[in-house]
């Protein structure tokens, strides 16, 4: 199974960029899609962006939808997330995942392989 290993995270102010890697070792990376998910303390986990393997077709929540950017290099076996305009509403533990192939690519639950999560915090 390939390891998923998420990095890049930090605290910045808001109004700020931040882009997240997702390196996979160990293995093919999936060939099926690629997610982004985040989850803030007392909250659930809840999908932020996917990616199919191919880089075509893209999508995102509603609520990062033009402020973030997903992006898949397969030669690299890495996975991005660039955020820009963050907001301390961002602030969130975000996690990379690999999709299981069938299902929705929203839904957590689709998703067979996790990396162990980058802290993310917004904050003035």
């Known amino acids: 199974q390939v390891q998923l290993v998420e990095s890049g995270g930090g605290l910045v102010q808001p109004g700020d960029s931040l882009r997240l890697s997702c390196a996979g070792s160990?293995?093919?990376?999936?060939?099926?899609?690629m997610g982004w998910f985040r989850q803030a303390p007392g909250r659930e986990r809840e999908f932020v962006a996917a990616?199919?393997?191919?880089?075509?077709?893209?999508y995102y929540q509603y609520s990062v939808k033009g402020r973030f950017t997903i992006s898949i290099d397969n030669t690299k076996n890495t996975v991005y997330l660039h955020m820009s305009k963050l907001q301390p509403e961002d602030t969130a533990v975000y996690y990379c995942a690999a999709h299981g192939g069938t299902g929705d690519y929203t839904r957590s639950g689709d998703y067979v392989n996790w990396g162990q999560g980058t802290q993310v915090t917004v904050s003035s």
């Open positions: 160990g293995g093919t990376f999936s060939r099926f899609a």
């Open positions: 990616i199919t393997w191919s880089g075509y077709n893209k």
